[in-house]
């Protein structure tokens, strides 16, 4: 394995139990994994559960040798102005839920509702900072991922951290997200005006017309420029984010070796 920090994204694994997860990532080399709350799927944590239920998760993981570099908190704070408060208070509530766990970073998303308007731009950045400002009190960073819609490009993402203006708030960047929404991921990194502080790395292909995210072998986005890019400034992780849940363990591996054929490749 290289001395870059790698990790995996939990969605793949939203159905493998999480003693399953640590044995795959520890047998493929992995020191970290990431976090998720999610109702009802057995690789996730519901979002209700006991604190008994965290703690066992916790000694799970310590068990065997990993860490978290991640968790994943929901919210989405493009809903009316009316609800946006009660959405930043459970953003915030998961937040403190996963600051046992001790990861580095906590993922966020803009939110899922088809706007476009200023007003809605300014009601993200509003809840990002207080968002942000909660994480702090944890010593965490959060990053908010390029999730298509109102983080569809990077100018969009830019819009938004400026806004927010916060030291620990900065991007997820997550290249086949920007290529499934129409930016070129390369160009999105060049563009970047913010920090990057986690990247989710998988790929994705286009069949029928349909694109499609697929393992990084198979994919039509070529990695080796942007992995240059980021190895002259980015320190944080790289989780591979293989989203198929009926191979993930397979895929991930194959993802594993793929990454790191790559990263020889941009050393030579």
């Excluded at 520890?26 to 994994?33: E, Y």
């Excluded at 009601?123 to 968002?131: D, F, G, I, T």
């Excluded at 499934?180 to 286009?206: C, I, N, W």
């Excluded at 190895?231 to 070796?257: H, I, N, P, Q, W």
């Amino acid at each position: 394995m290289t001395s870059h920090r790698l990790a995996s994204s939990p969605w793949g694994f939203r159905f493998t139990p999480l003693a399953e997860q640590c044995r795959c990532l520890r047998g493929l080399g992995m020191n970290h994994i990431c976090g998720q709350f999610f109702a009802e799927m057995a690789g996730m944590l519901p979002p209700d559960a006991p604190d008994t239920v965290l703690a066992a998760a916790r000694a799970e993981v310590g068990r065997h040798g990993l860490r978290y570099a991640s968790f994943n908190a929901t919210g989405d704070f493009m809903v009316a102005p009316d609800q946006v408060a009660s959405e930043v208070a459970a953003c915030c509530r998961q937040i403190d839920r996963a600051a046992p766990f001790q990861p580095e970073v906590i993922i966020v998303f803009a939110g899922w509702q088809e706007r476009r308007d200023a007003t809605v731009y300014e009601q993200v950045a509003a809840s990002l900072k207080q968002v942000a400002r909660h994480a702090a009190t944890h010593g965490l960073i959060v990053a908010l991922e390029n999730h298509g819609g109102l983080t569809a490009t990077i100018e969009q993402v830019n819009r938004i951290i400026h806004a927010a203006a916060e030291p620990n708030l900065g991007l997820n960047y997550d290249p086949a997200n920007f290529a499934m929404y129409g930016q070129d991921p390369l160009e999105a990194l060049l563009r970047v005006e913010v920090p990057v502080v986690f990247t989710h790395l998988k790929s994705l292909r286009t069949i029928n017309g349909k694109k499609e995210y697929c393992r990084l072998r198979d994919g039509e986005i070529d990695y080796l420029p942007i992995l240059r890019r980021l190895a002259k400034s980015y320190t944080g992780f790289y989780a591979l984010e293989y989203e198929d849940a009926s191979d993930v363990v397979a895929g991930t591996r194959d993802d594993c070796d793929t990454l790191t054929r790559w990263w020889t490749e941009i050393q030579k």
